[in-house]
Structure formats: structure tokens, C-alpha cells
């Protein structure tokens, strides 16, 4: 059941179980250090401790991550770079290949992108082949290669690169990505006559928002409030307090008998694991 809140466009509100410790298809510290080694594949790249430790060199240079000096430290933690990374709207039913830290040059620009060049940034790289790309005359258009970069730094840029043929057409391409996340919510009184329930949640200004419901046992209802933002780090928004009244059962009586569960706060992931 999904309840859109004012300004909501085209959003697909997608739930599934944040798992950061293993998340499938990731590399993170499992595989030996390689620092000379370039590839063309990021599914081959190898991610020491959360850094990238071979040079990935994607569609002959539209993006370059090589390993960071081992004196550069990242400002974020790796947990929650996974989270974000993992949470932008763009790879919906993209399968996550690689992630790590390391420094970043896009060979590509929009009118919403900030320029990448040499940046100490967070990196994942998914595949859409199989799930999110389409095939012409058999073939799939590209090699259906996904990626997302965030600047570690704050006020540093954020790119995401959706290739042709996979996705939603209008985001093909590189853009600046948009996260959704998971909203703490407070419940405002009882349900109206018809079985509805007010719930008043802080989001940016600048996102579109919702909320969604999930079974959770008997008599239990897991309420989400959902806020997606472009997850530009130069970009500030101001909070802005909203209610939304979400139709949870036929009569008044019915809605207030329900047990109501906040789903987890944070961003939400959106991708689809192998």
C-alpha cells in the first residue's frame, strides 16, 4: 500500500532488507591486493579493505578509478558509503558488482553533474544486463555497466552513469543521483471514520516523498516513510515537517487495532541481490 505525499513524481518505492555486511556481489577485503593490474571489467577489480587496489578503466575512459595513496584516508565510513551507494534510485534492478574508495575521474558532464577530476571519492559499479538492460536484434545495446560515485569530502560531487538501452530512458546517462531513504515517523492521533491514520515525519525540502506498508506478523503493520533527494553533497535542504494521512484499514475501529512498526531509518536499498 503506498501513500504519495505532495509533490511525489514517478517515484517506484521499492523495499527491500539492508544488509550491509553482505551484500552480494561486493568486493570488499576477501580478495589479495593487485595495485598494478588494469582492468576494463569492474566485476575483475580488486577492493582491499574498502579501497580499490587495481586501476578500473571503464568504456575506454568515460570513468577512471585508480587505487588512493595509502596515505589518503577516507572521511567516511564504509558501512554507511555502502548504504548510500547502494540506495540511488537510478540502479533500480541493477545487480551490485564492485565498491570501494579510490581516485575518481569522469570523462562525461550534464547540466545537474558537478565535473569529476581526480577526486577522492566512493565508487560502485553494478551490471544491468539480465535485469535492467534490453536486447535489439539479440544483443544488448552496452555492457550494461552501471556506476555511482560520491566525493568523500563534503561538498564534493556526486555522478551516476545509467547506459543506453538499460533502465528508464530519461536516466541514461550521467546525472547527478537521487537517494531514498527511510524516515523516522510519529503517529498523530486515531484513525478518521474511514480507517486512516496521520503520520507526521521531516524531510528535506528539496525531496519527493511517500510512505509505504508491509505486513510484519499478525495484526502488524511495518509503516515507511520514504524521502528521495538528489544525494548531491553541495546540494543543502532545508527540513520541512509534513503529514500524510495513510488509509490502513476499512473502519476506524480496524485501524486503530493495529500494531504499527517503524521500518528502519536510513537509506534504502534498491538494487536487486544475485
Known amino acids: 500500500m503506498i501513500a504519495k505525499g505532495n509533490g511525489l513524481k514517478k517515484s517506484r518505492l521499492v523495499l527491500a532488507a539492508l544488509t550491509i555486511a553482505s551484500v552480494a556481489g561486493i568486493q570488499l577485503a576477501t580478495v589479495a591486493a593487485s595495485s598494478s593490474a588494469t582492468v576494463t571489467n569492474p566485476a575483475s577489480a580488486t577492493v582491499v579493505g574498502g579501497r580499490f587496489t587495481s586501476t578500473v578503466v571503464l568504456d575506454g575512459g568515460l570513468i577512471t578509478v585508480k587505487p588512493a595513496p595509502a596515505s589518503l584516508q577516507s572521511q ?22 564492485t565498491l570501494g574508495f579510490g581516485i575518481v575521474t569522469v570523462h562525461a558532464t550534464s547540466k545537474t553533474a558537478l565535473p569529476v577530476k581526480n577526486l577522492a571519492a566512493w565508487v560502485g559499479f553494478a551490471n544491468g544486463n539480465f535485469s535492467a538492460c534490453i536486447k535489439k536484434d539479440g544483443a544488448y545495446r552496452s555492457n550494461g555497466e552501471a556506476f555511482v560515485v560520491v566525493g568523500d569530502a563534503g561538498l564534493s560531487a556526486a555522478d551516476v552513469y545509467v547506459p543506453p538501452g538499460c533502465g528508464l530512458t530519461r536516466l541514461s546517462g550521467v546525472h547527478v543521483p537521487s537517494e531514498q531513504s527511510s524516515i523516522k515517523w510519529y503517529k498523530e492521533g486515531t484513525a478518521s471514520s474511514h480507517g486512516a491514520i496521520t503520520f507526521r515525519a521531516t524531510v528535506p525540502h528539496c525531496a519527493t516523498y511517500g510512505a509505504s506498508t508491509v505486513l510484519d506478523g499478525a495484526n502488524t ?54
Open 76 to 97: 567516511q565510513g564504509i558501512g554507511g558509503m555502502t548504504a548510500k551507494i547502494w540506495a540511488t534510485t537510478q540502479l533500480l534492478n541493477f545487480q551490485p558488482q
Open 221 to 274: 503493520l511495518k509503516v515507511s516513510i520514504l524521502a528521495q533527494r538528489p544525494d548531491q553533497t553541495a546540494l543543502t535542504c532545508v527540513p520541512d515537517v509534513v503529514t500524510l494521512s495513510i488509509p490502513l484499514a476499512k473502519t476506524a475501529a480496524k485501524a486503530n487495532a493495529l500494531r504499527l512498526v517503524q521500518a528502519t531509518v536510513g537509506p534504502v536499498r534498491e538494487v536487486t541481490a544475485r
